[in-house]
């Protein structure tokens, strides 16, 4: 008969705290405390930010973009301006976080149940999103240093302790209204693929549209709409916070239209999300 | 409060379940009880993986309750789920996760201590020590078995729900399955599985529940069943080997028409 070795090793080691252990009797007990939700998310962080490292060659791609612009910008950085090029990779860096990794890892997890063998689990729902958006956190983190690094080592484009540390924030901010817009993608689209295609579209549009509208070569009706899209409020309030003090009434009505944007698109996301896809 | 044998660490009171106009679950109550193996019996589309669903809180029920050691899966659904142990019918894990990440992910979900000489050990039993570097996907289907359920009993619950566990098995794989169903049950453990093995369900289970257009429609142990089902003139009808098996009698009940 089968040995039961696994249920004596964890007898033996006491490796469960609801474990009775009197006399020679053992008896399987019921959980009457629920595990701690703090260990619980460290584990899914744990697992969540391997997967991202094992994922390291797409975060490598997520980098290179917007580095690849910045260098090829070079000699037009004192025409456009130093703030206008970091803002314009930087923005282009946290679309392609929201849009390309976040929305597409959701999408194919849910396809693979990988959420329904999680929420069979004593952790709350909501822990399974906070792990996924910690590591997305990072990675803006991540692009936004790099567009630094970049930017003062190859463009020689510095900004001021306050620029610099404003621009995190806004970062944050930007980046927060493209994983809104990844999770609407992903709550509208239930098939994997066609989330996939969905945001390489919006993806591509959001690059071209944006970057030539903003520089004016698509007319000046459709750069003043650029300007209040989604992607011009981003660029907008990361280009006034690196320059905080040229932070004008104009940047703080970006700011207020991208927090906007980021509710409106995550209420949507979230309320039309489901776990499985059947 | 310890589960003592015959106890009961599940109980399934009027349970509904509907999805828009179509009522999946309908007014479905059964027990579980501490040491039994419980089978979930019904054709395609009869309510089994609804109502495991709704136990497992992945669907919130119409109306009805659902208890796991004592508690309600609507008022209390973590303290519920911290007490069960679940094998899903499709079990996937992150695909870029070795074996032991896996392990340690589910071990850390549910507070259990986990050194390496205890994972090794976890690995060794489950015949798969020299895998722990290995991603989920490469291990064979009797593999995926044996550390799904590895998984779901991780934190020793009073109730484990298995869907269709032995689905796509070999019959070494099916049996030493059964043998470790059957160890799980020996230590105290409820085991609630759905299964369309008529095979799978007399051999271990020891009472089953056969469903149907989303009613329980006959719920015994197998053999009170087929005795009283014997004499039945629909069950006789489907009979093939001169003898009445449980197949016959859940052919009898439920009917030849396939269900899509």
């Keep these: 008969m089968y040995s039961l070795a696994l249920q004596d090793v964890l007898y033996e080691h006491k490796l469960h705290p609801t474990l009775s252990m009197s006399g020679e009797e053992k008896k399987i007990k019921m959980q009457t405390v629920i595990p701690k939700t703090s260990a619980a998310l460290t584990s899914l962080l744990r697992a969540d930010f391997t997967t991202q490292w094992r994922n390291r060659r797409s975060v490598v791609l ?54 329904q063998r999680l929420r069979v689990t004593p952790v709350p729902t909501w822990s399974i ?12 983190l991540l692009v936004t240093t790099f567009v630094f690094i970049v930017g003062s080592e190859y463009d020689e484009v510095t900004l001021s302790p306050a620029g610099y540390t404003l621009t995190f924030v806004t970062a944050f901010v930007g980046g927060a209204l493209y994983l809104g817009l990844g999770q609407m993608i992903v709550g509208l689209v239930k098939n994997a693929e066609t989330v996939n295609s969905t945001t390489r579209l919006v993806y591509f549009v959001f690059i071209m549209v944006g970057m030539f509208g903003d520089l004016g070569v698509l007319g000046e009706e459709l750069k003043k709409i650029i300007h209040w899209s989604p992607y011009g409020t981003v660029k907008a309030i990361l280009a006034g916070s690196m320059q905080p003090s040229n932070w004008s009434s104009q940047t703080s009505l970006a700011l207020l239209a991208t927090i906007a944007y980021a509710v409106a698109f995550s209420y949507l996301g979230i309320k039309k999300f489901r776990w499985n896809t059947q | 409060m310890n589960n003592k044998p015959g106890s009961s660490i599940l109980q399934v009171n009027g349970l509904n379940v509907s999805y828009g106009t179509f009522h999946a679950v309908r007014n479905v109550s059964f027990e579980v009880k501490a040491g039994e193996i419980f089978g979930l019996l019904g054709p395609n589309g009869a309510g089994k993986t609804s109502t495991l669903s709704a136990v497992e809180g992945l669907l919130k029920p119409q109306s009805g309750t659902i208890t796991v050691a004592g508690f309600d899966t609507a008022k209390k659904p973590l303290h519920a789920k911290a007490n069960m142990g679940v094998q899903l019918q499709a079990t996937s894990f992150q695909p870029e996760l070795t074996l032991a990440e896996i392990i340690k992910l589910y071990a850390g979900i549910y507070c259990v201590e986990l050194t390496r000489e205890k994972l090794q050990n976890i690995l060794q039993d489950i015949k798969l020590e020299g895998s722990s570097s290995k991603k989920f996907k490469e291990l064979s289907g009797g593999q995926q078995q044996r550390v799904s359920l590895v998984i779901a009993t991780i934190h020793d619950p009073v109730l484990v729900l298995m869907d269709e566990p032995t689905t796509g098995l070999d019959p070494q794989a099916r049996r030493q399955l059964w043998e470790r169903i059957e160890a799980m049950r020996e230590k105290g453990h409820g085991i609630l599985l759905t299964t369309h093995s008529m095979e799978e369900a007399e051999a271990v289970c020891d009472r089953i529940a056969i469903m149907d257009h989303g009613n329980v ?12 089902h ?31």
Excluded: H
């Design chain 1, 62 to 115: 997520l980098l290179l973009v917007p580095v690849i612009i910045l260098i090829s910008w070079k000699g037009l950085i004192a025409k456009m301006g130093g703030a206008f090029a970091l803002s314009t990779c930087i923005t282009i860096g946290l679309t392609a976080i929201g849009l390309m990794g976040y929305s597409n890892a959701i999408a194919r997890d849910r396809d693979k149940g990988v959420f």
């Design chain 1, 129 to 140: 999103m906070v792990s996924r958006l910690i590591v997305q956190l990072v990675l803006i």
């Design chain 2, 217 to 228: 429609i006959a719920i015994d142990t197998p053999q009170v069943l087929i005795d009283t």
């Design chain 2, 230 to 260: 014997r004499n039945d003139q629909n069950v006789i009808s489907v009979s093939r080997k001169g003898k009445i098996t449980l197949e016959d009698v859940f052919i009898g009940l439920t009917g030849r028409t396939v269900r899509t």
